[in-house]
């Protein structure tokens, strides 16, 4: 099984910062990764898709990068909306799994 | 417009059984994957299950390998989850989603319904 390993499982930080969050997997897996947003009692909402590329209606400060087995999702400037839960998805291969999520709150 | 409206989870007892079902419309449901994910209650995210567009193909988690069953009724545009053998850990909220299989991801998600497991 691909073991996904997300950093930090959490993080606090304000309006306008810039944040980043990784993902390592513990194989390759070419670009075969999303990062998806979950708010409190909602259901999760892809953001990114093939490892870099912006999901429709998703704004533009939120970014992905990375192949193989680094991927980052970064938010260029923080906005009182993000702050959420966050998840990586491998969907390479079979069991598809997930990361163990970043929380980010206010500072 | 995609939509996923799950529904039939409940509280069951351990050993029981529950089948759960996630209405689609918005798109044409014999066309795609269906997955199922679940979260229990203050935990991440954890794949269940997939199927094909067509039901041929499925694949299980480890942990519900042999107790769940995913199946479609493309006539209905109808996702199911027949869940038996139930356990206290299967207590989670249950989402059908758009994907998951030929390297595609989830999108979109359903609201979720929960399923709790005690006695």
């Known amino acids: 099984d691909i073991q996904m390993t997300q950093s930090p499982s959490s993080l606090s930080a304000s309006v306008g910062d810039r944040v980043t969050i990784t993902c390592r997997a513990s194989?390759?897996?070419?670009?075969?990764l999303g990062w998806y947003q979950q708010k409190p009692g909602k259901a999760p909402k892809r953001l990114i898709y093939?490892?870099?590329s912006l999901q429709n209606g998703v704004p533009s400060r939120f970014s992905g990068s990375g192949s193989g087995t680094e991927f980052t999702l970064t938010i260029s400037s923080l906005q009182p909306e993000d702050f959420a839960t966050y998840y990586c998805?491998?969907?390479?291969?079979?069991?598809?799994?997930f990361g163990g999520g970043t929380k980010v709150e206010i500072k | 417009e995609v939509q996923l409206v799950e529904s039939g989870g409940d509280l069951v007892q351990p050993g029981g059984s529950l089948r759960l079902s996630c209405a689609a419309s918005?798109?044409?449901?014999?066309?795609?994957?269906m997955s199922w994910v679940r979260q229990a209650p203050g935990k991440g995210l954890e794949w269940v299950s997939a199927?094909?567009?067509?039901?041929?193909?499925?694949y299980y988690a480890d942990s519900v390998k042999g107790r769940f069953t995913i199946s479609r009724d493309n006539s209905k545009n109808t996702l199911y989850l027949q869940m038996n053998s139930l356990r206290a850990e299967d207590t989670a909220v249950y989402y059908c989603?758009?994907?998951?299989?030929?390297?595609?991801?989830?999108?979109?998600w359903g609201q979720g319904t929960l399923v709790t497991v005690s006695s």
């Open positions: 989603a758009k994907g998951g299989m030929s390297g595609k991801g989830f999108d979109p």
């Open positions: 918005g798109f044409t449901f014999s066309s795609y994957a």
């Open positions: 199927t094909s567009g067509h039901g041929v193909s499925t």
């Open positions: 194989q390759g897996i070419r670009n075969d």
């Open positions: 093939d490892a870099s």
């Open positions: 998805l491998q969907h390479n291969s079979f069991p598809l799994t």
